[in-house]
């Protein structure tokens, strides 16, 4: 089971800091433990309930085989979002947000197979026969097309649930997951609306060491699922095989007991022919023996 988050490691990586108190969103009120010069301080018990529910959930979407994209294309969150995830492989976008990612789904996956199909031209010998300004061209548009959608290359369907750091910034991410009715999980400021995710997690989405730490837990969350997915998978083939051994075995019984029916079948039918032959030649002696009496019989009398 995954550790569960302390108050004093959230306090150390200072994930209770929010927003100066001129900037707060009143529906924040209740994850709002105080205000200190000005700024609001983020309730932590709060916190770590919500990040242990929003851990649970995510655990078990990975569990089920399905993909969970994550959001951040703040500078500061870039880097640690983009390591952490790629540990569990899972798609992420740390670059602009493409307008249309998720409604507009169909267009992102043919800028996916555009990149392939660049990709392909480079293996089949096509490229070689490409002068140098449709490499040049080909090139900055496999880089292109690589900066913005080679950390979703492998998302083929849209994604089981979204993550966002800093939901004030990924407006646009939020809007499309929920016009899809896609489940979304965030890391919620004190200038941010809770009540435009499903699973908010009160926290300070500014600060590099309160990002990494969220990240730590929700993606050993999500580690720890694809692992009890393959354990549940490789017991099921396990169970699989153990079923195939036992129909296996209960046909080869199941055989063996035919043969040994047909031989006792056979045995029978051969001692019936047996004992039939034994009596047609018992018969044929009596008859012989009846004959051979009848004939002195007649002999005797002619001799008379």
């Given at each position: 089971m995954s550790k569960k988050a302390e108050f004093k490691e959230l306090l150390e990586a200072?994930?209770?800091f929010g927003h100066m108190k001129r900037k707060w969103n009143p529906a924040m009120a209740p994850?709002?433990?105080d205000e200190q010069k000005g700024i609001h301080v983020i309730d932590l018990n709060k916190t770590i309930a919500h990040l242990e529910q929003a851990c649970a959930a995510l655990k078990q979407i990975a569990k089920s085989g399905k993909k969970i994209l994550f959001v951040a294309t703040k500078k500061q969150a870039q880097q640690i979002l983009a390591d952490r995830v790629k540990?569990?492989?899972?798609?992420?976008?740390?670059e602009r947000w493409t307008g249309g990612m998720l409604t507009n789904f169909s267009t992102t996956r043919k800028s996916v197979r555009k990149m392939a199909t660049i990709d392909k031209m480079k293996s089949d010998g096509t490229w070689d026969t490409l002068n140098k300004r449709e490499k040049l061209f080909r090139t900055r548009q496999r880089e292109?097309?690589?900066k913005n959608f080679g950390s979703i290359s492998e998302m083929?369907?849209?994604p089981a649930a979204i993550f966002i750091v800093d939901v004030m910034k990924e407006n646009i991410a939020l809007k499309e997951a929920v016009r899809l009715n896609i489940p979304t999980f965030a890391m919620i400021d004190t200038n941010s609306?809770?009540?435009s995710v499903d699973f908010p997690i009160p926290s300070n989405d500014d600060a590099t060491k309160s990002v990494a730490v969220i990240l730590d837990?929700?993606?050993?969350a999500i580690r720890e699922g694809l692992e009890e997915r393959k354990t549940a998978k490789a017991q099921q083939e396990a169970d699989k095989k153990?079923?195939?051994a036992k129909k296996e075995e209960a046909a080869a019984k199941k055989k063996e007991e035919a043969a040994a029916k047909k031989e006792e079948a056979d045995n029978k039918a051969e001692a019936d022919k047996a004992s039939e032959t034994d009596k047609k030649a018992e018969s044929k002696k009596e008859e012989a023996k009846d004959q051979k009496a009848a004939e002195t019989e007649k002999k005797e009398e002619s001799d008379k």
């Amino acid at each position: 089971m995954s550790k569960k988050a302390e108050f004093k490691e959230l306090l150390e990586a200072g994930v209770h800091f929010g927003h100066m108190k001129r900037k707060w969103n009143p529906a924040m009120a209740p994850y709002i433990f105080d205000e200190q010069k000005g700024i609001h301080v983020i309730d932590l018990n709060k916190t770590i309930a919500h990040l242990e529910q929003a851990c649970a959930a995510l655990k078990q979407i990975a569990k089920s085989g399905k993909k969970i994209l994550f959001v951040a294309t703040k500078k500061q969150a870039q880097q640690i979002l983009a390591d952490r995830v790629k540990a569990v492989n899972m798609p992420y976008v740390t670059e602009r947000w493409t307008g249309g990612m998720l409604t507009n789904f169909s267009t992102t996956r043919k800028s996916v197979r555009k990149m392939a199909t660049i990709d392909k031209m480079k293996s089949d010998g096509t490229w070689d026969t490409l002068n140098k300004r449709e490499k040049l061209f080909r090139t900055r548009q496999r880089e292109k097309l690589e900066k913005n959608f080679g950390s979703i290359s492998e998302m083929t369907r849209q994604p089981a649930a979204i993550f966002i750091v800093d939901v004030m910034k990924e407006n646009i991410a939020l809007k499309e997951a929920v016009r899809l009715n896609i489940p979304t999980f965030a890391m919620i400021d004190t200038n941010s609306d809770p009540r435009s995710v499903d699973f908010p997690i009160p926290s300070n989405d500014d600060a590099t060491k309160s990002v990494a730490v969220i990240l730590d837990h929700v993606t050993e969350a999500i580690r720890e699922g694809l692992e009890e997915r393959k354990t549940a998978k490789a017991q099921q083939e396990a169970d699989k095989k153990e079923q195939k051994a036992k129909k296996e075995e209960a046909a080869a019984k199941k055989k063996e007991e035919a043969a040994a029916k047909k031989e006792e079948a056979d045995n029978k039918a051969e001692a019936d022919k047996a004992s039939e032959t034994d009596k047609k030649a018992e018969s044929k002696k009596e008859e012989a023996k009846d004959q051979k009496a009848a004939e002195t019989e007649k002999k005797e009398e002619s001799d008379k």
